[in-house]
T-cell receptor, first 110, second 112 residues
Framework: RKEVEQDPGPFNVPEGATVAFNCTYS??????FFWYRQDCRKEPKLLMS???SGNEDGRFTAQLNRASQYISLLIRDSKLSDSATYLC???????????FGTGTRLKVLA | DTEVTQTPKHLVMGMTNKKSLKCEQH?????MYWYKQKAKKPPELMFV???????INESVPSRFSPECPNSSLLNLHLHALQPEDSALYLC???????????FGPGTRLTVL
């Protein structure tokens, strides 16, 4: 079983739709959680950190469920510019390592 | 400012060449990282430096040799690479190893 798992997609959604991605992790020692966005042939860019209480940044909402060991990302009112790959990233305490999921590809269609 | 810079942007090299990739950050971050990313795959960790000391080497072949001359700079020396080493090489930094990582734009490497 992979340490961090994501549905690779692609998720094809119309503009204005709401879309949600989940990510599961297997190591209960996981300490920090992040969503990164990566455009084709570009570097990953931090979208948001994920906090235990959940957090929101504009159209984006992230949730963490430690009991079930998953995090989620909700995008409301999708824009064409949201088309990208969304990477779930988990930091495991004491390892110095960030573990990346395989990424979920989103295409927002006009 | 959360900028990490990398040079060169693109590099084409033969299997007998020696080249170096450079990474720089001026955010006062004490942890720096090298990742390798193949197309449609997530980044794979290669090396971690913490306070200018190598903390992690993810069993990377010796043809890749990292160097951290000071807290702002990270190099990756390349020698006798193979075509399968062609990839996007990403540098990242974070305040400490437990903090958010910020990535540079990467060097796209092609080995002929």
């Amino acid at each position: 079983r992979k340490e961090v798992e994501q549905d690779p997609g692609p998720f094809n959604v119309p503009e204005g739709a709401t879309v949600a991605f989940n990510c599961t992790y297997s190591n209960s020692a996981s300490q920090s959680f992040f969503w990164y966005r990566q455009d084709c042939r570009k570097e990953p860019k931090l979208l948001m950190s994920v906090y235990s209480s959940g957090n929101e940044d504009g159209r984006f909402t992230a949730q963490l469920n430690r009991a079930s060991q998953y995090i989620s990302l909700l995008i409301r009112d999708s824009k064409l510019s949201d088309s990208a790959t969304y990477l779930c990233v988990v930091y495991i305490v004491g390892t110095y390592k960030y573990i990346f999921g395989t990424g979920t590809r989103l295409k927002v269609l006009a | 400012d959360t900028e990490v810079t990398q040079t060169p942007k693109h590099l084409v090299m033969g299997m007998t060449n020696k080249k170096s990739l450079k990474c720089e950050q001026h955010m006062g971050h004490r942890a720096m990282y090298w990742y390798k990313q193949k197309a449609k795959k997530p980044p794979e960790l290669m090396f971690v430096y913490s306070y200018e000391k190598l903390s992690i080497n993810e069993s990377v072949p010796s043809r890749f040799s990292p160097e951290c001359p000071n807290s702002s700079l990270l190099n990756l020396h390349l020698h006798a690479l193979q075509p399968e080493d062609s990839a996007l090489y990403l540098c990242a930094s974070s305040q400490e190893t437990t903090d958010t990582q910020y990535f540079g734009p990467g060097t796209r490497l092609t080995v002929l």
